[in-house]
């Protein structure tokens, strides 16, 4: 099993639309999330990070399931610019050792 | 305050050569990791460097070599091309080790090399 799995999509939907995509991890002592955004040919950008509470950040919400080992992402009323790969991130490891295991991404398209 | 820069930012090689790219990661920051990011691909781990030595490293031959100055600026070096080398090289910097916000904290990246082997 990998150690951080995605859907890789893609994901085609309305403008206006509601999308979810969720992330699996494999090693329970990760430590914390994030989702990237990825447009193409161009590098990740952080888009949230990602509570144990969940957080909100306008139309975006991050979830964390730590039983299930999951996060997921919800974006709400999608946009043409919301179009990108949106990849999970896990940090695992503690000290000196931690580093971040990326999944594969998700490709979203929003259509018009 | 002028991000994370790598150089080139297309390059294009033949199979066998050695490559040497170049990152400078943003203001503050003394930790850079690279990672390579084939087509339709995560990006994936290859090292980090703090205090000009190697911390970790990914599944990645020995072809693949880096090195820190001084200044916290990176190169990471492939020797011996091979074709399956073809992808965007990106380098990210953040503050070792791994201190942020709690455990949270964010690496920044550089628009990233796009190195073709042919």
């Known amino acids: 099993r990998k150690e951080v799995e995605q859907d890789p999509g893609p994901f085609n939907v309305p403008e206006g639309a509601t999308v979810a995509f969720n992330c699996t991890y494999s090693n329970s002592a990760s430590q914390s999330f994030f989702w990237y955004r990825q447009d193409c040919r161009k590098e990740p950008k952080l888009l949230m990070s990602?509570?144990?509470?969940?957080n909100e950040d306008g139309r975006f919400t991050a979830q964390l399931n730590r039983a299930s080992q999951y996060i997921s992402l919800l974006i709400r009323d999608s946009k043409l610019s919301d179009s990108a790969t949106y990849l999970c991130v896990v940090n695992i490891g503690a000290g000196n050792n931690r580093k971040l295991i990326w999944g594969l991404g998700t490709s979203l398209a929003v259509n018009p | 305050d002028a991000g994370v820069t790598q150089s080139p930012t297309h390059l294009i090689k033949t199979r066998g050569q050695q490559v040497t790219l170049r990152c400078s990661p943003k203001s503050g920051h003394d930790t850079v990791s690279w990672y390579q990011q084939a087509l339709g691909q995560g990006p994936q781990f290859i090292f980090q460097y703090y205090e000009e030595e190697e911390r970790q490293r990914g599944n990645f031959p020995d072809r693949f070599s880096g090195h820190q100055f001084p200044n916290y600026s990176s190169e990471l070096n492939v020797n011996a091309l091979l074709l399956g080398d073809s992808a965007l090289y990106l380098c990210?910097?953040?503050?070792?080790?791994?201190?942020?916000?709690?455990?949270?904290?964010?690496?920044?990246f550089g628009q990233g090399t796009r190195l073709t082997v042919v």
């Open positions: 990602v509570y144990s509470s969940g």
């Open positions: 990210a910097s953040s503050r070792f080790p791994w201190a942020g916000q709690g455990f949270n904290t964010e690496a920044f």
